[in-house]
């Protein structure tokens, strides 16, 4: 897959300008208003904002970027290098990250503004003797360093007995050409270095290092397929940060715009989309969920590099994901000795804790557990016996089986996939409608079927040559059925005729990059190559023109909710590299 990465550019204002391992990111805000907290009030206006992803940082915004004086005709633009700022007059402003925590800046013809319109508690900033200045964002819990290498900073902060009511910084160019500053990040002491590489050197580097990560997945020939792949792999490389705090390694966060955290389900589709080119970041993708790992074998829902979320589960997506990795590649034994304990306690989790009434089928207490926040198979009420857990569990409990065959542990392994049949037929005793020919779910205090029609049901195709054929044939009928999930973009999570579709109704309708690529692996796995690539061509295509929101709108293809979602971005990548492969074999036959 080797190719000369070309050059792309994108709007910054709805994919966030950043660099791999990078807490800071430029953007417009994804919401105008804060809905909550002592800002809720207060307006945030549109524009480029300089914004932390740290977890502590609530909300994003630090400073607003205005191009000084203001021409009215600003226009953005932005490479994985650079981002630019114009005023239509010949002003241009140009911003490069020179490290993961130091933002270089360019003034040519026109000045620039940080602003900060809106006070909050605690915020300053301190004037020191060498012409830097510190700023202290109390609220964003975040300290910067501002530095002129060339041209002149000046501030208007009026000071209010503990903090300025406002802040505005102008960097501002000198009369004999450019003016170019320095914006850091730091921790507890910032100390200004006076040696810093040019602003082409930065440039350079960071084109250099775009290129060496774009040349790492598929060039398509097709122009709007490759405008796809290099905005996906753009994303992906984007929305790494850290290793800070609880991000032991770095972590491919599923998006610095909105959806700032690490979710230890999504995170597998990541692992995919960088496995095997990228065997060390894929694994760290991996295990940095198992890293924090409870002493009952679960892990968190979610976390940031500062605070780790357990208040719900997260699909045990883990084994099916290490069972694909090592179809391409093993990983070397003392990782598999490492993983098997891990897995082992992650599976048995589900027994020991999300089987209330031990009749052997793990439940979801709540829709976030299956990672399906709101499905309608939930309007029924906490507790349901969901068709997907048990599913993710055979295949769990086979990986389990392998990593123990492979180990020497051969009494594990035996145990292992019996106890991966017994589930199975359990799943089928009770989840199994014989006359809807179909899987269903069920409240667990009493048996009820749960409504709607939701394709959370036909979640157990992922378990492909596992299943009965009688079985894999009625789901994979189902499944492509035109106007039922099946639409031109992709599967809808809720039919189409179902009363509790709703257009942008999150897990009710709209369509999701991971569970189409579940379904369409295990359709591969039970023989239906041609039905699973029939799904995956439409899914490529839209998002050839829609990009990699969060989810999309089944019926037009729209982007809906968090623009730049890494999971969507991998999963195009997994589902274009396949593609690429099949028509690269077609062609030496």
């Not at 037929?425 to 009770?430: A, G, P, S």
């Not at 989810?551 to 729209?558: I, L, M, R, S």
Request: with cysteine.
């Amino acid at each position: 897959m080797q190719s000369q990465a070309p050059t792309f550019q994108f709007d910054p204002r709805r994919i966030s300008f950043s660099s791999p391992g990078s807490f800071l990111a430029i953007a417009e805000p994804p919401y105008r208003f804060h809905t909550q907290g002592p800002l809720k009030d207060l307006p945030i206006r549109s524009g480029l904002f300089l914004r932390s992803v740290h977890g502590r940082s609530n909300p994003p915004e630090i400073f607003r970027l205005a191009l000084f004086p203001d021409t009215g005709t600003e226009t953005v633009s932005a490479t994985p290098d650079t981002l630019r700022m114009e005023n239509g007059r010949g002003g241009l402003v140009e911003i490069c990250f020179e490290t993961v925590t130091r933002l270089r800046i360019r003034c040519t013809g026109t000045g620039l503004q940080l602003v900060r319109e809106e006070w909050r508690p605690f915020d300053h900033i301190v004037p020191r003797r060498d012409g830097t200045w510190e700023i202290n964002s109390y609220q964003n819990r975040i300290n910067l360093g501002v530095q002129a290498l060339r041209g002149e900073i000046r501030v208007d902060a009026p000071w209010e007995r503990v903090r300025c009511t406002s802040m505005t910084v102008d960097l501002l160019c000198p009369e004999d050409g450019p003016g170019e500053f320095l914006i850091e990040e730091f921790d507890r002491v910032w100390t200004p270095e006076n040696e810093h590489p040019t602003f082409e050197d930065c440039q350079a580097t960071q084109q250099k290092a775009w290129q060496t990560w774009r040349a790492l997945f598929p060039v398509p020939a097709e122009p709007t397929m490759n405008a796809a792949a290099d905005l996906a792999a753009y994303l992906n490389a984007s929305c790494i940060a850290g290793p800070s705090g609880h991000l032991l390694r770095p972590a491919m966060l599923m998006s610095k715009y909105k959806m700032r955290n690490y979710w230890t389900w999504d995170h597998c589709f990541n692992v995919l989309a960088h496995w095997p080119a990228q065997p060390e970041l894929a694994l760290d993708q991996l295990l940095l969920a198992f890293d924090h790992q409870s002493p009952e074998g679960g892990m968190p829902c979610s976390l940031n590099d500062e605070t780790l979320f357990w208040h719900n589960a997260k699909p045990p997506v883990h084994g099916w994901t290490l069972t694909r990795m090592r179809k391409q590649l093993d990983l070397p034994r003392e990782v598999l000795a490492d993983l098997y304990p891990k897995l082992c306690a992650w599976t048995d989790w589900w027994f020991k804790h999300r089987d209330d009434d031990k009749d052997g089928l793990p439940q979801a207490d709540h829709g976030n557990d299956t990672g399906w926040d709101n499905a309608s198979v939930f309007h029924c009420g906490p507790g349901v016996n969901t068709p997907d857990i048990p599913a993710y569990l055979v295949l769990q409990m086979h990986s389990c089986a392998d990593l123990a065959r492979d180990l020497g542990h051969t009494e594990e392994s035996e145990s292992w996939r019996a106890r991966a049949v017994t589930l199975l037929m359990r799943m089928i005793e009770v989840l199994w409608d014989t006359e809807r020919n179909q899987f269903i779910s069920r409240k667990v205090i009493d048996g009820t079927v749960a409504p709607g029609d939701s394709l959370i049901n036909f979640m157990p195709m992922v378990l492909g040559e596992h299943l009965p054929v009688d079985m894999a044939k009625a789901m994979v009928a189902a499944i492509m059925e035109e106007g039922r999930f099946l639409t031109p973009h992709g599967l809808a999570t809720e039919s189409l005729d179902s009363p509790y579709y709703a257009a942008e109704g999150y897990w009710r309708g709209p369509i999701w990059a991971p569970v189409l690529l579940l379904i369409v692996d295990g359709m591969k796995s039970a023989g239906f190559a041609e039905e699973a690539r029939e799904i995956s061509r439409r899914f490529l295509q839209l998002c050839a023109r829609s990009g990699f929101p969060e989810n999309f709108q089944a019926e037009t293809g729209a982007s809906l909710r968090d623009p730049t979602y890494t999971w969507t971005a991998s999963v195009f990548l997994v589902l274009l590299a396949e593609e690429m492969r099949r028509a690269a074999s077609l062609e030496c036959v």
